[in-house]
């Protein structure tokens, strides 16, 4: 498969379809631990600041190319980037892969039990697959040993499938990583702010709007205390047009 760099990080392009057919003959034969994780302008910022956040990425065994800004930055750059497969997206597809294939799944994090809610609500539409969700931490950058411990200890008695991940990135990326041996034999996601559009907290915004690329305007719009970590996408633009010039 054709790797292409943007700031530094490989990107590979692949549908959503080979995407999902990875997954699934992992699910099949899993040995060792399964990272995805999400990429779009944002953490890709984070990672020119952050080697260590740039060594997950890098080993993560699938980046999907979530925000359509890395897709225009590629065709800028004249590098195939793929097809836009985003996180929410993705996990709704995982979710009835696991209805199909009655996997267990395991949703960790989220706001106010909002992870044993959405379970319970995937369990109600989907009763032929498992669903266990729990709050997990508390404070993900300072984490108890105790709350990581009853976490572990929920996984290796559930033994999940598909574990996914709402601390937020880069913070839950970094967790997992620290974490890949207790992950063992499971597909890891962090998926950030996806609970709360899957849960209706947030209701994603039209068509339209997803299609365009536009909705980290409308969850702005939405919640406007985000605005300080939307500055990096400027930080973006100009980083790749600095990457531009550097090939001409």
């Known amino acids: 498969m054709k790797e292409s760099k943007i700031l530094g990080i490989n990107i590979a392009p692949q549908s959503k379809s080979s995407i999902l057919e990875k997954i699934l003959l992992y699910i099949r034969k899993p040995t060792g631990f399964y990272h995805i994780i999400s990429l779009n302008p944002e953490n890709l910022v984070v990672a020119t600041e952050d080697d ?120 839950q990326e970094l967790w997992i990583e620290r974490h890949k041996n207790e992950f063992a034999n499971c597909v890891v996601m962090g998926v950030g702010g996806a609970f709360d559009y899957l849960s209706s907290n947030i209701n994603r915004p039209p068509i339209l709007i997803q299609k365009l690329g536009l909705e980290w305007l409308s969850r702005l719009l939405k919640q406007p205390w985000r605005w300080r970590r939307q500055l990096r996408l400027f930080k973006f633009i100009r980083l790749v047009l600095q990457e531009k010039w550097k090939r001409k």
């Open 52 to 171: 260590s956040f740039k060594r997950v990425i890098e080993t993560a065994q699938i980046k999907i190319v979530d925000g359509v800004g890395i897709v225009l930055a590629g065709r800028w750059l004249g590098i195939e980037a793929g097809e836009r497969v985003t996180g929410v997206g993705l996990m709704e597809d995982l979710l009835k892969m696991a209805s199909d294939r009655r996997l267990r799944v395991l949703m960790i994090g989220g706001k106010e039990n909002l992870a044993l809610r959405l379970a319970q609500c995937y369990s109600d539409r989907f009763p032929e697959a498992m669903f266990k969700g729990i709050q997990g931490i508390e404070d993900v950058k300072k984490p108890e040993v105790d709350e990581e411990d009853k976490v572990f200890a929920i996984v290796a008695a559930y033994k999940p499938h598909l574990v996914f991940v709402a601390f937020g990135s880069p913070m």
